[in-house]
Nanobody, 125 residues
């Protein structure tokens, strides 16, 4: 069972940047995709960005496209999320997840079967 540990969260002002990291206990071929989700108070968890691990193809939600960049370093078993031009509405707990399935880009919860514990991101105005 792959274990995921997020880090890099914190507090920034509007327009600031943060980089989140997610280190996996192993980066196996069975991990078809890796993604970042977020959940803010009172809202459902939403997919933010992800990558198909074998091809490196990335996918984003409309709310972050152009501001966030997802990347992976297989040698370090690590997934990253570079966040720029942060807004107060980006405030949330950010989770990384590992999934299997061609429809990873839909951020369907049923595809992602391994989750990290989350890291808090707070953006103040």
């Amino acid at each position: 069972q792959v274990q995921l540990v997020e880090s890099g969260g914190g507090s920034v002002q509007t327009g600031g940047t943060l980089r989140l990291s997610c280190t996996a206990s192993e980066y196996t071929l069975s991990t078809y995709c890796m993604a970042w989700f977020r959940q803010s108070s009172g809202k459902e968890r939403e997919g933010v960005a992800g990558v198909y691990t074998n091809t490196g193809t990335t996918y984003y939600s409309n709310s972050v496209r152009g501001r966030f960049t997802v990347s992976q370093d297989k040698a370090k078993n690590t997934l990253y999320l570079q966040m720029s031009s942060l807004k107060p509405e980006d405030t949330a707990i950010y989770y990384c997840a590992a999934g299997n399935g061609a429809a990873c880009y839909k951020f369907s919860a049923g595809i992602y079967d391994t989750w990290g514990q989350g890291t808090q991101v707070t953006v103040s105005s």
